[in-house]
Structures are given as C-alpha cells and as structure tokens.
C-alpha cells in the first residue's frame, strides 16, 4: 500500500557528493518517520539516518554524522538524502524506509516499508 523508490545513486571519488532521492507513493502518510539505511557486499543492513517531522528528530549514524544530512518535502511525498566527503567505506546499496508510528528509532524493525535500494559507489 505504500510504495517507495530510490534514484540518485552512483559511482563517484572519495571528497565527493551524492544526493539520493526517495519518492513515495500509495497510501503515504506525511506523518510516517522515514530512515535511510545501507548494505554494504557482506556486511548487514544498517541504519544511516531517521528524520521524523511530527516531533522534530533526526538522528543519524555515528558514521556519517556531519557529513549526510536527511530532509523530506511533505508536498513532493519524497525524502532525500545529501552526503558530502563520501569515503569508500560508504559503498553499499542504500535503502529508503517509512515507518507507520509517527516516532521511531533508526532500526529495522521500527520500518513497514522498503524501497528497492540504489548503488552507491566511492573509490578512493
């Protein structure tokens, strides 16, 4: 009943920057938290950032904190996803995700609905 898509990835050199799109659809409600996460080649998924509106949060891994910067745009029904300074490590298939509580923590289990993922690359 929901639906989300990614677009934005890509192959870029460690310094440089990404902006990931996420654009939801069907029963959306702007009200839903939304997280991105990733999943790098042999390695678990993991949460990256979680921005719910209703009471103000973001929250963001240790990992990327400073460097990524999560914002929604209720109107357009899409998330998105800047990050800047990639580094190789940030190789992974990133996922977008809502969650139907209006409050959540950045973790798999508080998330209903997944879009595909999109492939970022960072070589050094």
């Known amino acids: 009943q929901v639906q989300l898509v990614e677009s934005g990835g890509g192959s870029v050199q460690a310094g440089g920057s990404l902006r990931l799109s996420c654009a939801a659809s069907?029963?959306?409600?702007?009200?839903?938290?939304m997280g991105w996460f990733r999943q790098a080649p042999g390695k678990k998924r993991e949460g990256v950032a979680l921005?719910?509106?209703?009471?103000?949060?973001?929250k963001y891994a240790d990992s990327v904190k400073d460097r990524f910067t999560i914002s929604q745009d209720n109107a357009k029904m899409a998330l998105y996803l800047q990050m800047d300074n990639l580094q190789p490590e940030d190789t992974a298939v990133y996922y977008c995700?809502?969650?139907?509580?209006?409050?959540?923590?950045?973790?798999?289990?508080?998330?209903?609905?997944w879009g595909r993922g999109t492939q970022v690359t960072v070589s050094s």
């Open positions: 995700a809502a969650s139907e509580v209006h409050w959540a923590l950045l973790a798999e289990s508080h998330f209903d609905y």
């Open positions: 069907g029963n959306y409600d702007s009200r839903y938290c």
């Open positions: 921005i719910c509106s209703t009471v103000g949060s973001t």
